[in-house]
Structure formats: structure tokens, C-alpha cells
T-cell receptor
Framework: DAGVIQSPRHEVTEMGQEVTLRCKPISGHDYLFWYRQTMMRGLELLIYFNNNVPIDDSGMPEDRFSAKMPNASFSTLKIQPSEPRDSAVYFC????????????????FGNGTRLTVT | AQKITQTQPGMFVQEKEAVTLDCTYDTSDQSYGLFWYKQPSSGEMIFLIYQGSYDEQNATEGRYSLNFQKARKSANLVISASQLGDSAMYFCAISRRNLIFGKGTKLSVKP
């Protein structure tokens, strides 16, 4: 099992540019999560999907952020336009409930994308 | 709303000794899960242990055990026989419809 794969590992961009982060979940997992980690705010849930459908996007900071999951094996998180305060590590995670309950299924995390906006 | 509190920003433990990392939570749900994750300096998030709210026995996974006290809403992680490789950030998390994390505890194991 390859695990959750995120790309790129590092992204440096200038303020105002569009940034797209990518995630390939573990095959067969039915939930996908996007988290953001900063020193000040810790790990924040941005959005999560169940069977490719967004369930809760209340953590998305503002309209500059958007996430899509066009199929079961791919998701993107896009920031347009990017700002310096978006600098953080962005994690994608997936989980398999096997049709059961989400709350007893551990999340498997990717290695994260470290985003720096100058 | 769910909330996780980890009151120890940092802790030190001597190698080979046991250490307890505190976690308290707040939820109005009857069914929920509690998780602990480890984040070493390399940055990845590693799942350690899970406890369900209806589990009567405390969860154990190798050197990790979870001291679950439901009435007190606490889910402390106990690491036995600490190793240098245990030095990392440790996050407690609660799950119902999603997974909410605490701020973490930085554990440093001294040789």
C-alpha cells in the first residue's frame, strides 16, 4: 500500500499567485480530509469528502480556498489568490469506514505540502 | 461542538521510564472516538492508538496505552519504557463526524 500521496512536498510562491495542492488517497478509502497546520492555530480541518462529495467545508478560511474531488483517487486544494498568511503545512488524509462509522476509523495522513507565500 | 485540550505544551522523560501525556475533551455526543497521533520532526502524522467511547477496556498497542476515564472526559496516553525515538509532538483527537485535534504536547526523551 503506497499510502496517501501528496504533491508537491514544498511550494514557494509569490503573493497573488494561484496554488494547487494535490492528493491521492489510499485506494478503497471512502473519506478524504484536508487539514492545515500552523504554529499558531495547530491542525485545522478545512474540508472533508465522503465518496467524492464534500460533506463539511465550514473550515475553509474564505472564498480564496476551494477543494474538489473529481474521482475516488484524486483531490485538489486550490488557493487563488494566495496570501502570505496562507503559509502553512497542508495535510491530506483518508479513511476507510467500510460502510461503518467514521468515528472509529483512523485517518491515514500524507506527508504534507509545505506552502510558503512570499 | 467538540473540543480537545492538551495542557502540557512540553514534557521531558528519561529514557526507559514511563510518561503520561494528558488529554481532556468535551463533547455532547454519546458515541465518539479518541485517537492519538505522533508527529516526529520529519513532519508526518502517525496513528498510534484508538479508543471508542463505548469500549470498556483501555486500548493498548505495544508500548502505548490509553487511560480512558469517560466520566472525567479524559483520554491520557501512557508510553512505557520511553525510547529516544519517542521524541516528537503528540496530538490527541476526538472524532464524531470529523476529527478535531488538540494543540499537542512536545515530548523530549533524555538519554
Amino acid at each position: 500500500d503506497a499510502g496517501v500521496i501528496q504533491s508537491p512536498r514544498h511550494e514557494v510562491t509569490e503573493m497573488g499567485q494561484e496554488v494547487t495542492l494535490r492528493c491521492k488517497p489510499i485506494s478503497g478509502h471512502d473519506y478524504l480530509f484536508w487539514y492545515r497546520q500552523t504554529m499558531m492555530r495547530g491542525l485545522e480541518l478545512l474540508i472533508y469528502f465522503n465518496n467524492n462529495v464534500p460533506i463539511d467545508d465550514s473550515g475553509m478560511p474564505e472564498d480564496r480556498f476551494s477543494a474538489k474531488m473529481p474521482n475516488a483517487s484524486f483531490s485538489t486544494l486550490k488557493i487563488q489568490p494566495s496570501e502570505p498568511r496562507d503559509s502553512a503545512v497542508y495535510f491530506c488524509a483518508s479513511s476507510s469506514t467500510g460502510g461503518g462509522l467514521l468515528y472509529n476509523s483512523p485517518l491515514h495522513f500524507g506527508n504534507g505540502t509545505r506552502l510558503t507565500v512570499t | 461542538a467538540q473540543k480537545i485540550t492538551q495542557t502540557q505544551p512540553g514534557m521531558f522523560v528519561q529514557e526507559k521510564e514511563a510518561v503520561t501525556l494528558d488529554c481532556t475533551y468535551d463533547t455532547s455526543d454519546q458515541s465518539y472516538g479518541l485517537f492519538w497521533y505522533k508527529q516526529p520532526s520529519s513532519g508526518e502524522m502517525i496513528f498510534l492508538i484508538y479508543q471508542g467511547s463505548y469500549d470498556e477496556q483501555n486500548a493498548t498497542e505495544g508500548r502505548y496505552s490509553l487511560n480512558f476515564q469517560k466520566a472525567r472526559k479524559s483520554a491520557n496516553l501512557v508510553i512505557s519504557a520511553s525510547q529516544l525515538g519517542d521524541s516528537a509532538m503528540y496530538f490527541c483527537a476526538i472524532s464524531r463526524r470529523n476529527l478535531i485535534f488538540g494543540k499537542g504536547t512536545k515530548l523530549s526523551v533524555k538519554p
